[in-house]
């Protein structure tokens, strides 16, 4: 057994024994990790607030090569999601965004860059961020992240390029906006106007790695977004669900579906 070292965000804890929790942990080095923290659930535990969901913990974990669940030996709390008590609607927002994480990544499959990402999206939401525009801008990062962006250019069909039009078809069901011909006889084709594909297009591409969780007053929140928010998050709820397979249990929670 290796004694393994990462930053580490807290996406779900589960109450094991009298004493304990599961906890797991969607760590920056080794991807997510089911680990059981011994006496954790002891009111004077050495994990102490460092196993809060959403918090930021540096953890050192001991390794199983099975299937067995890994030993959580330390956590140290780095930053803690202080918004919980504030406004719900914050809360729910970043639960959310770790329920796409959860839902989405694999076991021991690392992904550094959308943990940094996860991080920088869940410290601007606990500073005050929009909510809405932000939980879109990381739904997009993560299903660009994990190969499962849309074809927001070329048609998903034939990968021919598609003229800009007024209205443009996307097909939930192909991945992606659909040319002239191969729209035809297609299922689930939802008509998109032309600044929600915009938007898409412009907040999908990757953010520099250097900007930092208090860069989140971009200008163009407030004036490109409003304008297509409905359109575009009536698109997106369709093609997440679709993308997973299920519904996210914190949609409901969530007052912008
Ligand atoms: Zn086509």
């Known amino acids: 057994m290796a004694a393994e070292k990462s930053l580490a965000m807290v996406l779900r804890t589960v109450e094991f024994s009298e004493s304990s929790y599961v906890a797991t942990l969607f760590t920056e080095d080794f991807g997510k990790i089911t680990a059981l923290a011994k006496g954790a659930r002891r009111r004077k535990s050495a994990f102490e607030s460092a196993l809060d969901l959403l918090s930021v913990s540096r953890v050192v974990f001991l ?13 140290r709390l780095e930053k803690a999601f202080r918004s919980s008590q504030k406004e719900l609607s914050r809360f729910y927002a970043a639960l959310y965004i770790i329920e796409l994480v959860n839902l989405m990544t694999d076991n021991r499959d690392p992904h550094p860059e959308l943990f940094r990402t996860t991080v920088r999206c869940i410290g ?9 525009p932000h ?3 990381f739904e997009l990062a993560i299903l660009r ?3 499962h962006l849309p074809a927001l250019h070329a048609c998903s069909e034939c ?12 097909g939930i069901w192909n991945g992606g906006v659909l040319c002239n011909s191969c729209k035809i006889g297609k299922r689930k084709v939802v008509s998109l106007s032309l600044p929600a594909l915009q938007l898409l297009r412009s907040w999908s591409e990757p953010e520099p790695e250097t900007t930092n969780d208090t860069d989140w007053s971009l200008p163009q929140f407030d004036t490109e977004w409003t304008k297509v928010a409905g359109e575009v998050r009536g698109l997106m709820n ?15 929670f969530l007052g912008f579906h």
Request: net charge neutral; aromatic share 6%.
């Open 238 to 252: 369709q093609y997440l669900c679709d993308t997973l397979g299920r519904r996210p249990q914190l949609f409901d």
């Open 145 to 147: 992240h994990l190969g």
């Open 124 to 132: 601007r939401l606990d500073q005050g961020a929009p909510i809405a």
């Open 159 to 170: 990968s021919r390029a598609v003229p800009d039009a007024a209205r443009m078809a996307f």
């Open 135 to 137: 939980v879109l801008k």
């Open 63 to 75: 390794s199983k090569s099975s299937d067995s669940l890994d030993l959580l030996t330390e956590a």
